[in-house]
């Protein structure tokens, strides 16, 4: 049973680029949010996808946008990238069966992303 | 939304246990209070959670004061593989059904041999 996959594993960018990510949920899971991890801190959360909507977002600008597919994988997209976009962005997966949320949510090992 | 409050970094011996504190004083009476702790490296990892009552499962202990001001987990006997970051965190909840994990700063577990 594979876990949640996040991919790619690291990425180099430079300011005012965009960069796509992408993750794989738990089998069985349908629901997917995505947290950014700066160096230090713990992750923050940025946005969660369920039913392929956006559900809730964090505080985070409209530079960062999401999409969940059928298949309930997801991609976290941020444009025009700035020198403090660089972290560890972890997607985490979780199941809302029956519009209850069970609690656990499962991470991935994260993508770093590094903005030149 | 109500906040956690965590040591730095504690330190523990090998194989004795470890008591982790957390205060959350503005808890309200429907916050879950949730642990996870993040390993080097790796993405965050859940080691469980209660409401009211104290709560054990194979990882660890969660011992919830009475006023839930305040809980502790309990790591009953520590290896290295233990040595983590190690997260309080009390559940947001997202639109009508859905939550989010409010993560802090969290405590720096240190284990020695």
């Known amino acids: 049973d594979a876990g949640v996959t996040q991919s790619p594993t690291h990425l180099i960018k430079t300011r005012g680029q965009q960069v796509t990510l992408r993750c794989s949920p738990k089998s069985g899971h349908d629901t997917v949010s995505w947290y950014q991890q700066a160096l230090g801190q713990g992750p923050q959360f940025i946005f969660q996808?369920?039913?392929?909507?956006?559900?809730q977002r964090g505080n985070f600008p409209d530079r960062f946008s999401g999409h969940q597919f059928p298949n309930y994988s997801s991609e976290l997209n941020v444009n025009a990238l700035l020198l403090g976009d660089s972290a560890l962005y972890l997607c985490?997966?979780?199941?809302?069966?029956?519009?209850?949320?069970?609690?656990?949510?499962?991470f991935g090992p994260g993508t770093r992303l590094t903005v030149l | 939304d109500a906040k956690t409050t965590q040591p730095n970094s504690m330190e523990s011996n090998e194989e004795e246990p470890v008591h982790l504190p957390c205060n959350h004083s503005t808890i309200s009476g429907t916050d879950y209070i949730h642990w996870y702790r993040q390993l080097p490296s790796q993405g965050p990892e859940y080691v469980i959670h209660?409401?009211?009552s104290n709560v054990n499962n194979r990882m660890a202990s969660l011992a919830i004061a009475e006023d839930r001001k305040s809980s502790t987990l309990i790591l009953h006997r520590a290896t290295l593989r233990d040595a983590a970051v190690y997260y309080c965190?009390?559940?947001?909840?997202?639109?009508?059904?859905?939550?989010?994990?409010?993560f802090g700063k969290g405590t720096s577990l240190l284990v020695t041999p």
């Open positions: 996808y369920y039913e392929e909507e956006e559900r």
């Open positions: 209660g409401l009211t």
């Open positions: 985490a997966s979780s199941l809302t069966s029956g519009g209850r949320f069970t609690d656990t949510q499962y």
């Open positions: 965190i009390l559940r947001a909840r997202v639109g009508n059904s859905g939550y989010a994990l409010n």
